[in-house]
């Protein structure tokens, strides 16, 4: 099967800077890569995803970039805020129901 | 949480006792997911639904089983619980039929001792 990786595990960062957090992922079958917030006590949310067939996506302050060749995928937040502050997880899907996830990143923003 | 309930939402039960974790959706979706959340290892799909009656295993499936009997309900049993079965269970479903998209329940955190 496919296998995620997901660094960092833990990042700080000042509010106002940007965050980066990327993934790999082993299988080049795998099509569909999201990316969920998770805040304490609460289920995933889906924050923005990107297919295989785009290199980049952007949502406000969010964005994703895909190197297919590499196998690797990031997400990219602006002008973090201390909302911000939660877990997030990365994932790959292959066949729309099989979904790999990420070991998840702790992101703590200092107000 | 895409109008899925999940109930209990904290169980708290001993080795070798039956357990079962109900999900409920109110939006008619044909998937529906279980997957477990445990430190160090993200979420790990346990097995997943494609419609009523229709099911199938993910990743983790040993000393799980699931029913669903109706569209809206989809139920994960553990038919005798593990201590290696504390975790975090959330329930997903997938939204339309040209999309992956998942979106998850607010979990039940069961804690078996």
């Known amino acids: 099967g496919e296998n995620v990786e997901q660094h960092p595990s833990t990042l700080s960062v000042q509010e106002g800077d940007s965050a980066v957090i990327k993934c790999t992922y082993s299988d080049s079958a795998s099509n569909y890569f999201p990316w969920y917030k998770q805040e304490l006590g609460k289920g995933p949310q889906l924050i923005i995803d990107?297919?295989?067939?785009?290199g980049e996506k952007k949502d406000q302050r969010i964005a994703v970039t895909l190197n297919k060749t590499a196998k690797h995928f990031s997400l990219h937040i602006t002008e973090t805020q201390p909302e911000d502050s939660a877990v997030y997880f990365c994932?790959?899907?292959?066949?729309?129901?099989?979904?790999?996830f990420g070991t998840g990143t702790s992101l703590t923003v200092i107000p | 949480d895409a109008g899925i309930t999940q109930s209990p939402r904290h169980k708290v039960t001993e080795t070798g006792t039956p357990v079962t974790l109900r999900c409920h959706q109110t939006e008619n979706h044909r998937y529906m997911y279980w997957y477990r959340q445990d430190p160090g290892h993200g979420l790990r799909l346990i097995h997943y639904?494609?419609?009523?009656?229709?099911?199938d295993k993910g990743e983790v499936s040993d000393g799980y089983s699931v029913s669903r009997s109706k569209t809206e309900d989809f139920l994960l049993t553990l038919e005798s619980a593990t201590s290696s079965q504390t975790s975090v269970y959330f329930c997903a479903i997938k939204a339309g039929r040209s999309t992956d998209t998942q979106y998850f329940g607010p979990g039940t955190r069961l804690t078996v001792l």
């Open positions: 639904s494609y419609g009523v009656k229709d099911t």
């Open positions: 994932a790959a899907i292959q066949d729309g129901n099989q979904f790999y």
């Open positions: 990107i297919r295989s067939n785009v």
